[in-house]
Nanobody
Framework: QAQLVETGGGSVQAGENLRLSCAASRYFNHMGWFRQAPGQEREGVAVINMNGGSAWYADFVRGRFTISRDNAKNTIYLQLNRLKPEDTAVYYC??????????????????WGQGTQVTVSS
């Protein structure tokens, strides 16, 4: 078992920035961020390989978001820049890839955090 704890969500105006953090109770080779907007399915945002630092991003990120890691703390971060109202969602941390589907697949991870709300107003 493992725990993932997200922090850093909040309410901001369009164009502002936020930084999310996710601390894991142990090391995982892959950790990432997903989000779920009201009435929509959860979707992959960004994933990072904790060993080599390689990262994968959803197309809609378009250079606005950056995922990073601190291996010493088993922690990942998601820097959200130039936020838009359509980025409003609950953002979830995920870890422990199953290696059965694509890296940004919603079904690919065994552990999930409780989620943190990001609200962007226009």
């Amino acid at each position: 078992q493992a725990q993932l704890v997200e922090t850093g969500g909040g309410s901001v105006q369009a164009g502002e920035n936020l930084r999310l953090s996710c601390a894991a109770s142990r090391y995982f080779n892959h950790m990432g961020w997903f989000r779920q907007a009201p009435g929509q399915e959860r979707e992959g945002v960004a994933v990072i390989n904790m060993n080599g630092g390689s990262a994968w991003y959803a197309d809609f990120v378009r250079g606005r978001f950056t995922i990073s890691r601190d291996n010493a703390k088993n922690t990942i971060y998601l820097q959200l820049n130039r936020l838009k109202p359509e980025d409003t969602a609950v953002y979830y941390c995920a870890a422990d890839r199953k290696n059965r589907e694509s890296v940004l697949s919603n079904n690919e991870y065994r552990y999930w955090g409780q989620g943190t709300q990001v609200t962007v107003s226009s």
